[in-house]
């Protein structure tokens, strides 16, 4: 066995044990962390009702100025 073998092997079995304790506080914490957003969310909008910094999420062809002015060009040369 080469020492790259036993990393990979004594790794495993330590690893399993330390992710269940992180996802078992994760989902311990979940419900505390959905709270302080909701109340984030509600302090946000009572602050600033309006949100002027907002710009849409444009659509595919908008994305794509090749592709938009491929087919607009082609529909006013006809």
């Known amino acids: 066995m080469d020492d790259g073998d036993l990393d990979r092997h004594d790794s495993g079995p330590v690893t399993d044990?330390?992710?269940g304790r992180?996802?078992?506080a994760i989902s311990i914490a979940?419900?505390?962390l959905d709270l302080v957003l909701a109340v984030g969310d509600r302090i946000s909008r009572v602050a600033e009702?309006?949100?002027y910094e907002y710009y849409p999420v444009r659509s595919d062809s908008e994305r794509d100025p090749l592709s938009a002015a491929g087919k607009g060009?082609?529909?006013r040369s006809r």
Do not use: C
Request: charged share 40%; hydrophobic share 35%.
């Open 49 to 51: 009702p309006v949100d």
């Open 22 to 24: 992180f996802e078992k």
């Open 73 to 75: 060009e082609g529909d």
């Open 30 to 32: 979940a419900p505390l």
């Open 17 to 19: 044990p330390v992710r």
